[in-house]
């Protein structure tokens, strides 16, 4: 790191992501991490829709585990809600986190 940069982080409090962060909140889009969760959730509930028993049964295994739980937790849903309402609890979440 150049010397000036660090002056300006010691005066300034400067954190380089911090505007990355802005920018993406500005345009309205998903971080990486949301976009991931979310990602992971539809694939779940469609996942659980399929006619197929055998997977059905074996995502009704991943639905009880400890990670999806706390998918769930973090994103405020069921398994089993609409796909629609899933994607903007994670919105809601994403925007939540673009006021602080």
Excluded at 51 to 59: F, Q, T
Excluded at 87 to 93: E, F, G, M, Y
Aim: charged letters at 20%; proline letters at 2%; hydrophobic letters at 40%.
């Amino acid at each position: 790191m150049c010397t000036g940069t660090q002056y300006i982080v010691k005066i300034f409090d400067f954190r380089p992501w911090e505007s990355v962060k802005e920018l993406i909140c500005c345009l309205e889009r998903m971080n990486f991490e949301h976009l991931y969760y979310q990602k992971k959730l539809c694939f779940v509930h469609n996942m659980l829709r399929l006619d197929n028993s055998i997977i059905v049964s074996v995502m009704k295994l991943f639905v009880n585990s400890k990670e999806f739980t706390k998918l769930c937790e973090f994103a405020d849903v069921t398994p089993y809600d609409n796909i629609h309402y899933i994607r903007s609890q994670l919105h809601l979440k994403f925007n939540i986190l673009c006021i602080v």
